[in-house]
């Protein structure tokens, strides 16, 4: 999935360095960067942490374990529509550039 999104935003996957580097460490001071994007490419004014979740993306990514989930008992009660993660990821994508809160590459 990281290959399609990076690919998406015309950006090359970087490589692993086998340990975890938290995001929310590598954004903190990010603001005044975003405010710059924003104007540069006359997006709608908004602050970055109201886009993204820095700390909310590190609980995800940064787990020491995989994560397994079975879909059958959804699908045993009816719920049959699925949709795959990098599409939905690149719908929302679409929509934020839609809506002018990220820009287009």
Same mark, same amino acid.
């Given at each position: 999935?990281?290959?399609?999104?990076?690919?998406?935003?015309?950006?090359?996957?970087?490589?692993?360095?086998?340990?975890?580097?938290?995001?929310?460490?590598?954004?903190?001071?990010?603001?005044?960067?975003?405010?710059?994007?924003?104007?540069?490419?006359?997006?709608?004014?908004?602050?970055?942490? $109201?886009?993204? %979740?820095?700390?909310?993306? &590190?609980?995800?990514?940064?787990?020491?374990? +995989?994560? *397994?989930?079975?879909?059958?008992?959804?699908?045993?009660?009816?719920?049959?529509?699925? $949709?795959?993660? %990098?599409?939905?990821?690149? &719908?929302?994508?679409?929509?934020?550039?839609? +809506?002018? *809160?990220?820009?287009?590459?």
């Amino acid at each position: 999935m990281w290959q399609q999104l990076a690919e998406y935003f015309e950006l090359k996957v970087g490589s692993y360095s086998g340990h975890v580097n938290s995001l929310e460490n590598q954004m903190r001071d990010i603001g005044p960067t975003w405010e710059k994007i924003v104007e540069k490419y006359k997006l709608v004014p908004t602050s970055l942490d $109201q886009i993204a %979740s820095w700390w909310h993306t &590190d609980s995800d990514l940064s787990r020491p374990f +995989e994560t *397994f989930a079975d879909m059958s008992k959804s699908r045993k009660l009816g719920f049959l529509d699925y $949709q795959k993660s %990098s599409e939905s990821f690149i &719908d929302v994508f679409d929509k934020l550039k839609e +809506e002018r *809160f990220i820009p287009y590459v």
